[in-house]
């Protein structure tokens, strides 16, 4: 069976309360947030291995809010030493969604290196919480409740999914950086 990360994104609609402030990977998968999701969010663009160290400041910043920080694993090898502070920060109301379609997709599905990783084991030995993992087959019903789960978790969580590589299709947010900025600035905490 197909599944993409935006169907991943598409589902999470649904166990969203909205008040959830969202952290989304540059490229594709930002632009999926954008398309697919209540607006505003704090999109990524540009700068590659952020989500997480901007997850993590975020959810520091302001602690009366859940923050959904979605990261293409591009993003996450990029930044994977952002995940020692995190555990060792380890925020309760962050949670960290991985989309690993095994590719960088937004510039052309160059294959990443993600397909070594045993996720379940890499986060247990970041000592971080996580979910077991979304797999391509794995029924509707059962990706809603683990999105379910990792969304009301009481700790710092990272539900992995893994999913199918598509080419990027969405146009580009037409939103100015300095636009993201000053949504990201008012948010109260
Ligand atoms: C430092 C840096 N290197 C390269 C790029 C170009 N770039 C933008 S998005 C992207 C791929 C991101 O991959 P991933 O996080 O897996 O998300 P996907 O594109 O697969 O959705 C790359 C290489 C960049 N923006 N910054």
Redesign the pocket.
Same mark, same amino acid.
């Given at each position: 069976m197909t599944m993409y +990360?935006f169907e991943i994104i598409q589902e999470l609609a649904s166990v969203l309360s909205g008040d959830e402030i969202i952290v989304s @990977?540059? +490229?594709?998968?930002s632009r999926q947030v954008y398309h697919f999701l209540p607006k505003p969010q704090i999109y990524l663009r =540009?700068?590659? =291995?952020l989500p997480v160290p901007v997850g993590l400041g975020m959810a520091m910043a302001r602690p009366g809010k859940q923050i959904l920080t979605l990261? =293409? %694993? =591009?993003? /996450?090898l990029?930044g994977l030493g952002s995940l020692t502070t995190t555990s060792f920060i380890r925020p309760s109301n962050l949670k960290i969604l991985i /989309? %690993?379609?095994n *590719?960088? *997709? #937004? #510039?052309g @599905?160059?294959m #990443?290196s993600s397909g070594i990783l045993e996720y379940p084991s890499l986060l247990d030995g970041f000592g971080i919480p996580n979910i077991v993992p979304i797999l391509q087959d794995d029924p509707i019903e059962l990706i809603k409740e683990k999105l379910q789960l990792w969304i009301d978790a009481s700790e710092l969580c990272v539900l992995p999914a893994l999913v199918d @590589?598509n080419p990027?299709t969405l146009t580009n947010i037409p939103w100015h950086p300095e636009q993201i900025t000053e949504f990201q600035k008012n948010i109260s905490s």
């Open positions: +990360g @990977s540059n +490229g594709n998968i =540009g700068s590659m =291995g990261v =293409g %694993d =591009g993003n /996450l990029m /989309l %690993d379609n *590719a960088y *997709a #937004t #510039t @599905s160059q #990443t @590589s990027p």
